[in-house]
C-alpha cells in the first residue's frame, strides 16, 4: 500500500477552521488525524465532541481521532457518534487495552493501539491481535511542533518484525515531528501512515507540503 498523509488540526487555524478544512478537502491528504486531550494523560487540553461533529459535517475524509485520556473506555461510544472512523486508544491510559478495542470494532470503527517514546513495542504482543492499526509515538505527547525522536525508528523495525512474523494485517502509523527530512526513511521503513502538524500547518503552501509528503516513494 502506498502510504498515507494525516495532517493533525491541533496545529490549524482554529478561528477560521473551516477554511483549513476546505484546504484539506481539496489536497491529498488521507485522514483527518485528530488529538484529543484531557488534561491528565497528556498535560494540555484541546477540543472535544463539538469540534469533531462540526469536522465531520465538513468533510467526507476519514477521521482518525487520538484520544490522549485516561480511561478512553468512558467515551468510546460518544467518540464514534461524533464521527470518528478510527479510534486509537494509549496502551498507558486504558486499564484493559484488548477489551477496549474489542469495543472500538464492535462499536463500527477501526480500533488503533498507541504506544509512547518510552514504552517498549514488545507490550503490544498481548494486543496486537485485536487492533486493526498501531500507532507509534514519535513525540512525547501533548503538543505539536517538538522535535522526532530519533529511537523510533528501531522501533518501527521491531513492530514490522512483529507484524511479518505473526502475519498480521494492521497498518503502522507515525505521530510527532515528521517533516521533509525524516519523512523518506519513514516511508523507506515501511511505515503506513505519516501523521504531520507543523510540517504542513506552519508551510506557507501546506497542499504543496502535503504533496511533497505524498509524493515521497
Ligand atoms: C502530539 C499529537 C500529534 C501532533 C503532531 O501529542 O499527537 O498528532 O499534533 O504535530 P507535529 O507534526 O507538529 O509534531
Ligand atoms: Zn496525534
Known amino acids: 500500500m502506498a502510504h498515507l498523509v ?4 491541533l496545529s490549524a487555524n482554529f478561528l477560521n477552521l473551516e477554511k483549513d478544512i476546505l484546504m484539506l478537502n481539496q489536497s491529498e491528504a488521507d485522514w483527518f488525524h485528530l488529538d484529543i486531550m484531557d488534561g491528565l494523560f497528556v498535560p494540555n487540553i484541546s477540543f472535544g465532541f463539538p469540534v469533531i461533529e462540526k469536522i465531520r459535517k465538513a468533510t467526507s475524509k476519514v477521521l482518525d481521532v487520538h484520544l490522549m485520556i485516561v480511561d478512553p473506555e468512558r467515551y468510546l461510544e460518544r467518540f464514534k457518534k461524533a464521527g470518528a472512523d478510527i479510534i486509537s486508544i494509549h496502551m498507558e491510559a486504558c486499564k484493559n487495552p484488548p477489551e477496549a478495542l474489542k469495543t472500538i470494532r464492535n462499536l463500527g470503527a477501526k480500533a488503533g493501539i498507541v504506544i509512547n517514546p ?3 513495542v514488545s507490550v503490544l504482543s498481548e494486543v496486537i491481535g485485536e487492533a486493526d492499526m498501531v500507532l507509534l509515538m514519535s513525540v512525547h505527547p501533548g503538543f505539536g511542533g517538538q522535535s522526532f525522536i530519533a529511537d523510533t525508528m528501531e522501533k518501527i523495525a521491531a513492530l514490522k518484525h512483529m507484524i511479518q512474523s505473526q502475519h498480521l494485517n494492521i497498518l503502522v502509523e ?9 519523512a523518506p526513511s519513514l516511508v523507506n521503513s515501511g511505515v503506513d501512515i505519516l501523521v504531520a502538524g ?5 508551510s506557507s503552501d501546506p497542499v504543496r507540503a502535503i504533496h511533497q509528503l505524498k509524493s515521497i516513494c
Open 118 to 120: 518510552g514504552t517498549p
Open 6 to 9: 494525516a495532517p493533525s488540526l
Open 198 to 202: 507543523n510540517t504542513i500547518f506552519a
Open 174 to 182: 507515525v505521530d510527532g515531528g515528521i517533516d521533509f527530512q525524516n
